[in-house]
């Protein structure tokens, strides 16, 4: 009878580190076919807002406002909160969604509950872990209600939101509804809706909750007021910064940049090595200064 052999003890550990070579290599190969197909998907997501936001545009005469919001008479918002990303609902094919929210009454009103907490993929970046909902509270530590997820805000200007939702330089302003014709600085050179990542502060496509705080996640001593569940803004804060903490600035996951949807529907990529000058100018829809598509 002929004797089989075995594998030694070496020839195994030879066979181990090879597979484990193997693996070390196609991993890497692997998370970066993720990132990408996340960063497309991001980017696909942001164009067809941009078509939603033309088809608006056209059926209203005029882009959606920031949100819209009654105000009391110290200034601060009274409701109902509703965002640019609910004016774009028939616009997305969610007329159904649309048909059953009260836009008469407040995004916490328990009437609404259903629509809140409807997750839409569209708003979503698929580079971002965030949960599906999470809750707004107020200054005093209460849950004011509980809001689906989305990483798109509306770009409100170089001011910072808490403070300038109304007044700011950007497109989408609080209750303002912009013609193209109001962009002079071209649609082109203009910054319409970007990502906010969960690691920098949570974000909402309903709108800003009457009453509700944004905190930063960064650091639980910044907080912004509600606008900043919709809107964000430029300013000094570069995109995709580590150091920056403000909860109303632009942020993702992605290694590339932040996604940012132009006033023309075109999709860009931004980070942080943008001249300052440049990121404050795209922000703003009126300001006159001269750039061109090299200089981002």
Not at 27 to 45: D, E, G, S, T
Not at 176 to 185: E, G, N, P, V
Not at 199 to 222: C, L
Not at 228 to 234: E, R, S
Request: charged residues 15%.
């Amino acid at each position: 009878m002929r004797r089989r052999n075995a594998f030694t003890l070496i020839e195994l550990l030879v066979v181990i580190a090879i597979i484990g070579v193997l693996i070390g290599l196609i991993l890497p190969a692997v998370q970066q076919v993720r990132a990408a197909a996340a960063r497309i998907q991001c980017k696909n997501n942001l164009h067809q807002i941009g078509i939603a936001l033309q088809s608006y545009h056209d059926r209203k005469n005029g882009f959606p406002p920031g949100y819209f919001s009654n105000t009391a008479a110290d200034g601060s918002d009274s409701g109902p909160g509703w965002g640019w990303g609910f004016y774009l609902l028939s616009d997305l094919d969610q007329d159904v969604l649309q048909g059953q929210t009260n836009a008469n009454l407040d995004i916490a009103n328990p009437a609404n509950a259903d629509s809140r907490l409807t997750t839409l993929k569209i708003f979503q970046c698929p580079a971002d872990p965030a949960p599906p909902t999470f809750t707004v509270f107020d200054v005093n530590g209460q849950p004011v209600c509980d809001v689906a997820y989305g990483n798109y805000i509306a770009c409100n200007g170089n001011g910072g939101v808490s403070d300038h939702a109304a007044d700011n330089d950007g497109a989408f302003l609080r209750n303002q509804r912009f013609k193209t014709t109001a962009i002079t600085d071209g649609l082109s050179h203009t910054l319409f809706i970007g990502e906010r990542a969960s690691s920098m502060s949570y974000t909402t496509w309903t709108g800003a909750v009457t009453g509700g705080i944004v905190p930063s996640r960064r650091d639980p001593t910044a907080v912004e007021a509600a606008a900043a569940l919709v809107l964000g803004h430029a300013g000094p804060h570069l995109p995709n910064n580590p150091l920056v903490t403000d909860a109303d600035a632009f942020s993702s996951n992605h290694l590339q940049g932040v996604n940012f949807l132009f006033g023309d529907g075109s999709v860009h990529s931004i980070d942080s090595l943008i001249a300052t000058q440049v990121y404050d100018a795209l922000a703003s829809r009126a300001g006159g200064e001269r750039i061109n598509e090299n200089d981002y």
